[in-house]
C-alpha cells in the first residue's frame, strides 16, 4: 500500500477499522484514490460521522431526562 494512504489511515485513525475489513486493504492498494469511499463507508458502518455522534447524544440526553423525571 502506499505510504500516503498509510499517512492518511494513521491521520484519519481508521487504520484499526481497516485491520478489521481486511478486503478493503486489496482496494487501497490496486487504487489509492478508493480511499475518500472506504472513510465514508467506514464511518457510515461504525456510526463515526459528525451527525450520528450527535443523535447518541441526543439519546443520551433524553435517557438521562427520563431518569430524572421517574426519580421525581
Do not use: A, C, G, W
Not at 490496486?30 to 441526543?58: A, Q
Amino acid at each position: 500500500m502506499k505510504k500516503e494512504i498509510m499517512d492518511q489511515l494513521l491521520k484519519d485513525k481508521l487504520l484499526e477499522y481497516l485491520k478489521q475489513n481486511t478486503h478493503y486493504i486489496k482496494k487501497l492498494k490496486r487504487n489509492p484514490s478508493f480511499y475518500k469511499e472506504f472513510k465514508k463507508i467506514i464511518k457510515e458502518k461504525y456510526k463515526l460521522r459528525t451527525s450520528d455522534k450527535i443523535s447518541e447524544i441526543m439519546n443520551d440526553i433524553e435517557v438521562i431526562s427520563n431518569i430524572i423525571s421517574t426519580i421525581n
